[in-house]
């Protein structure tokens, strides 16, 4: 008898746990499997749009970063200008009283990481700078354009700059000679104490003017 109550008792309770979840989805409730699905879906919703907004922050950071880069010490953004890719760098100008007033923008070409130009030398500025050139270099305007960056980057930093024909190397380093010649291959080759010879192959020019104008960032960056 005893044995046949606690069944009878046993199937009450499983009638009335049956009778509550019932009743709980009648009424729409969520039951205690129910909601710990929920939770977990919850959980790994905001898991998921963590990870969408660390992915985000990175690629940000990534983008930004290849925007810009430094290059013997001295910052370079990269600009776009349509189909154009410049390399552009600052140079702080100070008055006589030692205090920055301004900064001067120069736009390179080339990447000044990729230059394949060598620099046998080490270079001196002076306040007077020559430049001349042995052939016309046109190259569809590239020569146009080197000679008047060079021009403007030591006018920028105070020097006279003045084209002499028949002005050479100054044995006595009292001013900077700049001199544009064909060569075999596009290097910068030091031939007094402020004298340089701008190599120039296949129209180069604008490699081995940039090259020369990266190397005197760096001397004033120093």
């Known amino acids: 008898m005893e044995s046949e109550k606690n069944k009878k ?27 710990e699905q929920e939770r977990k ?10 990870i969408f907004v660390i992915l985000i922050v990175l690629a940000v950071f990534f983008i930004n970063s290849i925007k810009s880069f430094e290059y013997k010490e001295i910052k370079f953004n990269i600009v776009r200008e349509g189909n154009l890719i410049f390399y552009n760098t600052k140079i702080a100008l100070f008055n006589e009283k030692g205090e920055q007033y301004m900064n001067y923008n120069f736009f390179l070409r080339n990447d000044p990481r990729k230059l394949n130009v060598d620099f046998n030398g080490e270079l001196e500025l002076k306040k007077l700078v020559l430049i001349n050139s042995e052939e016309e270099f046109n190259c569809d305007g590239d020569g146009i354009i080197a000679v008047a ?30 001199n544009l010649k064909e060569g075999e291959e596009t290097k910068i080759e030091q031939t007094g104490t402020a004298c340089y010879d701008i190599l120039i192959n296949n129209c180069e020019i604008l490699e081995g003017t940039e090259k020369f104008m990266v190397e005197t960032f760096a001397k004033i960056n120093e």
């Open 41 to 50: 879906q919850l959980r790994n919703v905001l898991l998921g749009i963590g």
């Open 149 to 178: 960056n060079l021009r403007q980057l030591y006018d920028v930093l105070g020097a006279k700059v003045i084209k002499d024909e028949n002005a050479t190397c100054d044995s006595e380093g009292r001013y900077m000679y700049i």
């Open 9 to 35: 008792s046993e199937d009450e309770n499983n009638k009335e746990i049956s009778a509550e979840e019932m009743l709980n989805e009648i009424e729409g409730k969520p039951g205690k499997t129910q909601m």
